[in-house]
């Protein structure tokens, strides 16, 4: 599925809308921005679903990620438009202890979808960034923070410097490549457009010239 996916009406629909409207005044544009403007709201409502449902989020997370640009009645060609982001979602706006389990993450801003290597924690950075992080890599030692310079106190080790991996961060992956790596889905949800947009054009119809006729 494309970053951004366009929505408009067919010649077949255009030539309807003619047919049916010419005789009331500004009915054709106002009946195709409705339906393109609705139709774009239950697109991306049942994207959004689908989305924090594959990812394991809440709604209110993945929410920004996908951006509804409406069409207007006083813009030629009237068409709108849905923008799925390509950044990856912030997971501590969650505001869970951890991130839930069998979503599909990435261990940096833009990057294939994976699962957690191993459970990731809740930290707060020195520069106040709060978010989830797991550790990966050989151990090292640390050059900064509170292991810093320090050795193993007590057992077998003890002297030895403590050795801890490196951090990194998780994030839930972007919708544009949650549907870039699931293609069947993807095909699914643009396949329930054009359904939709010729139910809300049939309604937008009816309602101009029920408004006419009043």
Known sequence: MAG???????AAQERQLTATLAGIRGAIPRATASAIN???????????KRVATGLRLTQKVVRPSIKVIKAKSSVRPISGKIRLLNFNIALA????????AG?????SKVGEPRPLPHPSFRAKLASGHVGFFVRQ?????????KYANRVIKRGKRKGQPILRQKIYE???T??????????????EELSAIAPELQKQFDAAIAFEIFKAAK
């Open 4 to 10: 951004v996916i366009s929505i408009g009406i067919s």
């Open 38 to 48: 609705k139709t774009l709201g239950k697109t991306r409502t049942r994207i959004l």
């Open 93 to 100: 706006k969650q505001a869970r202890s951890k991130p839930p």
């Open 103 to 107: 979503g599909s993450y990435a261990l």
């Open 137 to 145: 890599g050989v151990k090292v030692k640390p050059s900064r923070g």
């Open 170 to 172: 998780v994030y839930g």
């Open 174 to 187: 972007s919708p544009r490549k949650f549907f870039e790596t699931a293609p069947g889905i993807a095909q």
